[in-house]
């Protein structure tokens, strides 16, 4: 996780999804609007997000360093 500043200035609660070989893969569960209880836009386009996890997983395989 952090490899990117985050927009609200806080971090969600993390998340470990996968490990590379060399590092684990951690992300972040962001926060959540409580009117509607979606994910805010600034963690939907965060790359720290969990919902970029599988996206960066299929990529790294994709690599072929599996």
Do not use: P
């Not at 590092?23 to 790359?47: N, P, Q, V």
């Amino acid at each position: 996780m952090a490899t990117v500043k985050c927009a609200l200035g806080k971090r969600g609660r993390a998340t470990h999804e996968w490990d590379d070989g060399e590092k684990d893969r951690i992300y972040c569960y962001g926060y959540k609007d409580k009117r509607t209880d979606e994910i805010l836009h600034e963690c939907k386009a965060c790359a720290d997000n969990v919902n970029k996890a599988q996206d960066d997983f299929d990529k790294w395989r994709k690599e072929g360093k599996v």
